[in-house]
């Protein structure tokens, strides 16, 4: 397939860009050019937020793509210049939204794709935004589906998950050290972090994919676990022993009254991923973080 990428420097954007190279598919990234691409990527050097030099640098490519992926579109105005450039350049196109979108306040357990409460404001209402545009714009005969992942981790990225520890670059020497981490709620609520490359295949699969039109997926990975065993399998690799300071619920809230959908528990049901003929997460999250965690040594 012929492949275009908007971002290709990123974590996310970096590793579906190495995956769909390894695939023998045929991959361009926009780039602001601050970073270089995965081997193998073809660079578009343009600032999306530039919207007129954005739509003249992709039309001067002279390119039909089999799948585009917006990796970091973040806000409607990105969604709308998504459809007004591409509805007539390909033929479908993956939006990666995040299951921030939901009010944690009236989540359900597992959580579907649909809802009567999603938010209206910050990150996950801007990324809500986003949505509605696919949903009530004119995409032409472009189809669109659009990804919700959780936690993402794996190889290109820092350990941690949000709050008090997000993407933490002191996480395995704090751990070595045997200094506790400050886990909100002592780290009990449920989580089901994806693989990177879990998620990159899942958007490769939904090229072609008549089911995959028009739709909405969550996108999380086989296991769901306690936050604080996410920090436990690390310490296991490390072999050294996870001490926990308990942060207050309400103590977080006080200070952190915009971190409330991390306060919460995030499972999902994957049966929809299956019944589309979608590639399901399947990587083990010990495993996964094994080689998270080694990688990390290496790079």
């Known amino acids: 397939m012929k492949i275009l990428l908007i971002g290709g420097s990123g974590f996310v954007s970096g590793t579906l860009a190495r995956t769909a190279v390894a695939a023998g598919h045929q991959v361009?990234?926009?780039t602001r050019g601050h970073k270089p691409l995965p081997p193998g990527v073809t660079a578009i050097v343009v600032d999306r937020r530039d919207r007129a030099r954005f739509a003249s640098a992709i039309e001067q490519t002279g390119q039909q793509w089999d799948l585009v992926v917006d990796c970091i579109g973040f806000e409607g105005d990105d969604a709308r210049q998504d459809i007004e450039v591409f509805r007539n350049k390909v033929r479908h196109f993956?939006?990666?939204?995040?299951?921030?979108?939901?009010?944690?306040?009236?989540?359900q357990f597992p959580q579907p794709e649909e809802s009567a409460h999603f938010l209206t404001e910050g990150y996950g209402g801007n990324k809500r935004r986003c949505e509605l545009e696919f949903m009530e714009g004119d995409t032409g005969r472009m189809a669109w589906t659009i990804v919700r992942p959780c936690h993402i981790y794996?190889?290109?990225?820092?350990?941690?998950?949000?709050?008090?520890?997000p993407r933490d670059t002191n996480l395995i020497t704090t751990l070595q050290a045997g200094q506790p981490l400050k886990l909100v709620g002592g780290g009990h609520f449920l989580q089901q972090p994806i693989f990177a490359r879990d998620l990159a295949e899942l958007i490769l699969s939904c090229a072609g994919n008549s089911q995959?039109?028009?739709?909405?997926?969550m996108a999380a990975g086989p296991d769901i676990i306690e936050s604080r065993h996410y920090y436990s399998i690390i310490a296991d690799v490390l072999g050294v022993a996870l001490q926990i300071e308990e942060v207050p619920i309400d103590a977080c809230l006080r200070m952190n009254p915009d971190k409330s959908s991390f306060l919460c528990h995030r499972i999902y049901n994957l049966q929809k991923l299956r019944e589309h003929g979608l590639a399901v997460p399947a990587t083990p999250i010990a495993l996964g973080l094994r080689e998270h965690v080694l990688a990390l040594f290496n790079d």
Request: proline residues 9%; contains cysteine.
């Open 28 to 30: 361009w990234a926009v």
């Open 154 to 165: 794996g190889p290109g990225s820092q350990l941690g998950c949000l709050p008090l520890h």
């Open 212 to 217: 995959a039109a028009s739709q909405i997926y």
């Open 94 to 107: 993956v939006f990666i939204s995040s299951d921030f979108v939901f009010d944690p306040a009236h989540r």
